[in-house]
């Protein structure tokens, strides 16, 4: 069975006329409206047949479970033939629609439309991430034969809390204290709200909210409440617990145990995760609602959706003034913003969301990260391989990632056979491998390949290229022996410093040791193959002297990691770069290489990628530069512009020239004035522009204006030239 679940704000629908004779009979007439509801556009299939009661369960069940998820007291039944080409028989069809009726009606408002009928309808989608949401479904004729990896199918459980235990800094303090003051004023605006837990996010402080709807309209008045309350000049002092009467501060309390410590002021009361969290509310000169968005309680999709209240506070009001000239600069770097001035990127809905196409020029930023990738591989005993877009089910099942991504999976039916779009490249590599007899002293054996990926990321979450359905990575994987794992993250790190060291991003960077939480249904294999795995990668990480810290819970399901963070030029961190142990997929796909005994021995992989998503690297890139890419990056590197028409034939000659030497070169000739084409340039933040005029045309030399103003003037064509293809060469960011 297939569903698509709108959450709306109405929808009204009429009957028109039989889509077929044995169409539903006495049905209402005339035009139907239902407002505030869940839709559940339902089309019934052949493989239902079998198990009509078991479908009507599923059916039912996953209903109740996205509508207790966006609140919906209304449900919509909607047949909706077009979900699907392998229909049921209508009767059956028919019969499933009713009898989910009448299973919900114990608890919901429930509508459904005629069955077997063209119908009219206007919908109104409320947007928000869950408003739209897919599901495919079926009962397994043989329920007792689950896969080996069923564990892995993600559940979503509650995740307890866990008390911070490090003290916090001052601006810190104002932050979180900031958050609560919101908090309070949001209980005095709206008394039936809900407080929920406060905590960070980069420089900014939120805290969650129940039981309450708040819009972007709001928050003048919210942040003007805040404001009033700070100039009580009170203090959050310590409590008793039985002051605390919300559910929500009553469960943060029981997960935080003999750490939970109750504060409160005037009518709230609150369990923090930190330390000794709060300053004077004098200390607080200026504060700031920033925006609302949606989480999870105990970010777990089945529990109560909250409203995450986002907002900072500052100890002198030219902390805000500074906060806000921050904001505008990243808004002005935004990718979104740059792409679209400098034709980088396209979004189509007909192509769909989360799949960007590249334009020509965005398409030469992705080949010279490629290019600049392989060159820092290929001394280092990489081998390119290529692997296709899909493959059959069976090489997720045993890899593991098809309990993995569950419902993130694209799958494509073929005539005969059913494949999946990959959602990892591993798998494919392991393959390469294994079809090849390998000896101790073939290894390490790498692989490097930068290959698009696919997964059916929520339509909520995607955002240009920085969230995508289709992310391509430059991924590479080894296979080496325990011993080998120490010197090959060696390599691996040398690389990943010299990449972000050539962009200037290496500054400050640190490292993420990522390890198994305490729940370890979630992660493949044994106890002793992960304390081996942790244990090599913590080695090599202290060897090398990298800035790590430990993540509990952090890992791949499949083996710890070190991942890089890396800070752009607003100082915002970004995990990109990879490097992951894996003793499991070995066992899994049972690789093999010969040792010195003629026995055989089962390989470690190591997982790495130095940029991560290519697309999502690009938006950090994009951002980083504000769109002016450093000269061997640069979509343009120089722009040639002409004076008047007389000098086109010598602006045409360079043009050819730079062309040759595989300089990226424009040229504007338009019949406008010379400083309307150089601002034009400007604005289009190309590297170098030339200035062709009569004298340079007498002369055979050029005017050359840097992206920062300066011009040099009777620069030889040839000194041009060379200087150039130097930088370009040595990857020089000025």
Request: glycine residues 6%; aromatic residues 10%; charged residues 30%.
């Amino acid at each position: 069975m297939k569903i698509l679940t709108i959450h709306a704000d109405f929808i009204e629908f009429e009957a028109k006329k039989k889509a077929f004779a044995a169409a539903e009979a006495g049905i209402t007439e005339g035009k139907q409206r239902v407002n505030d509801c869940l839709v559940i556009f339902s089309a019934v299939e052949k493989r239902d047949e079998s198990n009509v009661a078991g479908i009507v369960q599923r059916y039912v069940q996953e209903i109740k479970n996205i509508a207790q998820q966006v609140s919906a007291k209304n449900i919509v039944l909607y047949p909706y033939a077009h979900l699907s080409s392998q229909l049921s028989n209508p009767k059956i069809a028919e019969q499933v629609l009713k009898e989910a009726e009448r299973a919900l009606k114990d608890k919901f408002a429930v509508t459904r439309a005629p069955f077997g009928w063209y119908k009219a309808f206007t919908i109104s989608c409320k947007g928000h991430p869950l408003s739209e949401l897919s599901r495919e479904f079926t009962v397994e004729e043989n329920p007792a034969v689950v896969s080996p990896t069923a564990k892995l199918k993600r559940e979503y459980k509650d995740e307890p809390f866990v008390f911070a235990g490090t003290k916090l800094k001052e601006n810190e303090k104002i932050n979180i204290t900031t958050a609560y003051l919101f908090a309070l004023a949001i209980k005095e605006l709206y008394p039936g709200a809900k407080v929920g837990s406060a905590n960070f996010y980069q420089e900014q402080a939120y805290v969650d909210l129940g039981n309450v709807k708040i819009k972007q309209d709001d928050l003048p008045q919210i942040e003007k409440r805040a404001l009033e309350i700070a100039h009580r000049n009170g203090m959050f002092s310590t409590a008793a617990l039985p002051l605390l009467k919300d559910d929500l501060q009553q469960a943060l309390a029981v997960d935080l145990g003999k750490d939970a410590k109750v504060y409160s002021f005037d009518t709230l009361a609150v369990v923090p995760l930190f330390p000794d969290p709060f300053v004077v509310f004098s200390k607080i000169k200026a504060l700031k609602a920033l925006n609302i968005a949606s989480a999870y309680w105990k970010n777990n999709q089945n529990n109560e959706q909250l409203v995450r209240f986002y907002c900072v506070g500052f100890s002198t009001e030219q902390g805000l003034v500074n906060f806000i000239q921050k904001q505008a600069d990243a808004e002005n770097r935004s990718h979104l913003k740059i792409g679209k001035e400098q034709g980088l990127f396209v979004v189509s809905d007909l192509v769909g969301a989360g799949m960007p196409l590249l334009a020509p020029k965005g398409t030469i930023i992705r080949n010279e990260l490629i290019k600049f990738l392989w060159s820092l591989h290929k001394d280092k005993g990489y081998q390119q391989v290529w692997t296709p877009h899909l493959a059959k089910e069976q090489l997720y099942k045993t890899s593991g990632h098809w309990d993995k991504f569950g419902d993130e999976l694209f799958h494509v039916q073929g005539k005969e056979e059913k494949f999946l779009m990959k959602p990892m490249n591993c798998p494919h590599h392991m393959q390469i491998y294994t079809h090849f007899a390998w000896s101790y002293r073939d290894l390490p054996v790498r692989y490097f390949e930068p290959a698009t990926i696919y997964r059916d990321e929520k339509s909520g979450q995607l955002l240009g290229l920085s969230r995508v359905r289709a992310i391509t990575q430059d991924d590479g994987h080894l296979f080496c022996r325990v011993s080998q794992i120490g010197e090959e993250v060696r390599t691996i790190v040398n690389v990943i410093k010299e990449f972000y060291r050539t962009l200037k991003m290496d500054k400050d960077y640190w490292v993420r040791f990522s390890v198994r939480g305490d729940d370890r249904s979630k992660y493949l294999g044994s106890n002793e193959v992960w304390i081996t795995a942790e244990a090599a990668l913590e080695k090599a990480a202290k060897d090398l002297k990298l800035p790590y810290k430990r993540g509990e819970g952090e890992a791949a399901f499949y083996g710890p990691k070190l991942d890089f963070i890396f800070k752009d030029a607003l100082g915002r961190e970004w995990q990109l770069a990879t490097i992951q142990c894996d003793f499991n997929l070995p066992e899994r796909f049972n690789l093999t290489y010969m040792n010195e005994e003629g026995k055989k021995e089962r390989p470690v992989v190591i997982h790495r990628a130095i940029s991560g998503s290519l697309e999502r690297f690009m938006s950090v890139l994009i951002e980083h530069f504000a769109g002016k890419f450093p000269l061997w990056l640069s979509p343009v590197q120089v722009k040639i512009v002409t004076v008047t028409d007389r000098n086109i034939p010598f602006a045409q000659e360079l043009y050819q020239k730079l062309l040759k030497e595989d300089i990226r070169v424009e040229v504007d000739d338009a019949s406008e004035t010379i400083g309307k084409k150089v601002r034009r340039a400007q604005l289009e933040k190309v590297n170098l522009i030339v200035t062709i005029g009569d004298k340079e045309v007498e002369r055979k030399t050029l005017a050359v204006r840097t992206r920062e103003g300066e011009v040099t003037f009777d620069v030889a064509v040839e000194h041009f030239v060379s200087e150039l293809k130097e930088k370009i060469e040595k990857k020089v960011i000025e």
